[in-house]
């Protein structure tokens, strides 16, 4: 995108963020769901598809340019973004990176315009961490495929209108040969949605387990035809590449918003005649959040730098997420410990947000997780055994 035209958006989506969405986030808190009206402001301002190619209505931004756009988005509650963030990562980049022209043509520009939303049908009650182990499957009868399984914390699946959905069809195969990914939509009978997730925190962002009963698609259905059987697995593992980034991003974001909570709080909050900033011990909370906020930033962009010039799609975005996930957290938890005993009411910004913040550790990939890649990817062989 012409460098004037993104500074634009930018901007544009700075104003909606502070000036709409922050003044709602204690509604969208206690009511569990995203207003109307956000959502469709969202839409018109191009938000379902902002990393989807321009050809199928996106706006085409680099990892780069999508890293500064979730900056600007991270500052505020992380359901906003999860409203259309499987559209942008794991569930459009399927189409994108599996897809065929037709499956491209058909689906991504009503992904990339919001009238449809997407759900990555990837974990599964005994297999989050390893996706290899996944047990749903599917068989082809006739010129149909007879899909079988179970799906948990799905998310926007209470909302969806179609599933990129994970299933074993070579049960002979080696556990990452052997899954394809399929194209379910919405309605499609034998296919039932569970009732909402009640979660900790990130109100707002729905998630539900999905049920798969004897779920008949056509052939067509199979991402990337004939090509795509059994290379599901490669498939997701590019699209979570991607979204690694992508959440750190938005860890960064969150970041900022709690340093600048941190820092007006102990502004105005006196103690013993005089604001709690002028104590030392409160300086050094605030100064060791905004140094991790900092690095954060460097390291998402450096990451996001790699990620586009296909130098760097593994270890950077496994590396980036890991410390900004932990960053975000130690963050959250020093913004509370700043607030003192108003951190840990309900209503105040940063109880809130050090909720949302502890499920950056969790999804994409746990921290531990990432250790393991970036440890393996190092090591090679030495660290088999």
Not at 42 to 64: D, N, Q
Not at 139 to 168: C, Q, S
Not at 228 to 249: E, K, P, Q
Not at 303 to 329: H, L, Q
């Given at each position: 995108?012409?460098?004037?035209?993104?500074?634009?958006?930018?901007?544009?989506?700075?104003?909606?963020?502070?000036?709409?969405?922050?003044?709602?986030?204690?509604?969208?808190?206690?009511?569990?769901?995203?207003?109307?009206?956000?959502?469709?402001?969202?839409?018109?301002?191009?938000?379902?598809?902002?990393?989807?190619?321009?050809?199928?209505?996106?706006?085409?931004?680099?990892?780069?340019?999508?890293?500064?756009?979730?900056?600007?988005?991270?500052?505020?509650?992380?359901?906003?973004?999860?409203?259309?963030?499987?559209?942008?990562?794991?569930?459009?980049?399927?189409?994108?990176?599996?897809?065929?022209?037709?499956q491209?043509?058909?689906?991504?520009?009503?992904?990339?315009?919001?009238?449809?939303?997407?759900?990555?049908?990837?974990?599964?009650?005994?297999?989050?961490?390893?996706?290899?182990?996944?047990?749903?499957?599917?068989?082809?009868?006739?010129?149909?495929?007879?899909?079988n399984?179970?799906?948990?914390?799905i998310?926007?699946?209470?909302?969806?209108?179609?599933?990129?959905?994970?299933?074993?069809?070579?049960?002979?195969?080696?556990?990452?040969?052997?899954?394809?990914?399929?194209?379910?939509?919405?309605?499609?009978?034998?296919?039932?949605?569970?009732?909402?997730?009640?979660?900790?925190?990130?109100?707002?962002?729905?998630?539900?387990?999905?049920?798969?009963?004897?779920?008949?698609?056509?052939?067509?259905?199979?991402?990337?035809?004939?090509?795509?059987?059994?290379?599901?697995?490669?498939?997701?593992?590019?699209?979570?590449?991607?979204?690694?980034?992508?959440?750190?991003?938005?860890?960064?974001?969150?970041?900022?918003?709690l340093?600048?909570?941190?820092?007006?709080?102990?502004?105005?909050?006196?103690?013993?005649g005089?604001?709690i900033?002028?104590?030392?011990?409160?300086q050094?909370?605030i100064?060791?959040?905004m140094?991790?906020?900092?690095?954060?930033r460097?390291?998402?962009?450096?990451?996001?730098?790699?990620?586009?010039?296909?130098?760097?799609?593994?270890?950077?975005?496994?590396?980036?997420?890991?410390?900004a996930?932990?960053?975000?957290?130690?963050?959250?938890?020093r913004?509370?410990?700043?607030?003192?005993?108003?951190?840990?009411?309900?209503?105040?910004?940063?109880?809130r947000?050090?909720?949302?913040?502890?499920?950056?550790?969790?999804y994409?990939?746990?921290?531990?997780?990432?250790?393991?890649?970036?440890?393996k990817?190092?090591?090679?062989?030495?660290?088999?055994?």
């Amino acid at each position: 995108m012409d460098a004037a035209d993104f500074s634009a958006v930018l901007s544009e989506v700075r104003r909606f963020v502070r000036e709409r969405v922050v003044p709602l986030e204690a509604e969208i808190d206690e009511k569990d769901e995203m207003p109307a009206d956000i959502r469709e402001a969202a839409k018109k301002m191009g938000l379902f598809g902002f990393a989807l190619p321009e050809e199928y209505g996106g706006l085409g931004l680099s990892m780069y340019e999508e890293a500064q756009l979730m900056f600007e988005l991270g500052y505020t509650t992380p359901s906003l973004r999860s409203m259309f963030g499987t559209n942008n990562g794991i569930a459009g980049h399927v189409l994108m990176v599996g897809g065929t022209e037709e499956q491209k043509a058909e689906w991504l520009p009503r992904i990339a315009s919001g009238d449809v939303l997407a759900s990555f049908a990837l974990t599964e009650p005994e297999a989050g961490s390893d996706p290899s182990t996944l047990t749903t499957r599917a068989h082809l009868e006739g010129d149909e495929w007879v899909i079988n399984g179970a799906k948990r914390y799905i998310t926007n699946a209470p909302l969806a209108d179609v599933f990129m959905v994970f299933a074993r069809t070579d049960p002979d195969a080696p556990r990452t040969r052997g899954i394809s990914t399929f194209l379910v939509p919405a309605g499609t009978p034998g296919l039932t949605v569970a009732p909402k997730d009640h979660k900790m925190g990130q109100f707002g962002a729905w998630t539900a387990d999905v049920y798969f009963d004897d779920v008949r698609v056509p052939a067509s259905a199979l991402v990337g035809g004939e090509d795509g059987l059994n290379r599901g697995f490669n498939t997701a593992m590019g699209c979570i590449a991607h979204g690694r980034v992508h959440i750190s991003a938005l860890c960064v974001g969150m970041a900022e918003r709690l340093v600048d909570e941190s820092v007006e709080y102990a502004r105005t909050r006196k103690q013993s005649g005089k604001p709690i900033g002028s104590f030392q011990l409160v300086q050094g909370l605030i100064a060791d959040s905004m140094t991790d906020y900092y690095a954060g930033r460097a390291t998402v962009l450096e990451a996001a730098r790699a990620f586009d010039a296909g130098t760097d799609t593994k270890i950077g975005p496994s590396c980036t997420k890991y410390f900004a996930s932990e960053m975000v957290w130690r963050v959250a938890d020093r913004a509370v410990q700043v607030h003192g005993g108003a951190g840990y009411m309900r209503g105040v910004a940063v109880e809130r947000f050090y909720r949302d913040a502890r499920l950056f550790r969790i999804y994409e990939g746990t921290s531990q997780i990432q250790q393991v890649i970036i440890a393996k990817a190092l090591l090679g062989e030495a660290a088999r055994g």
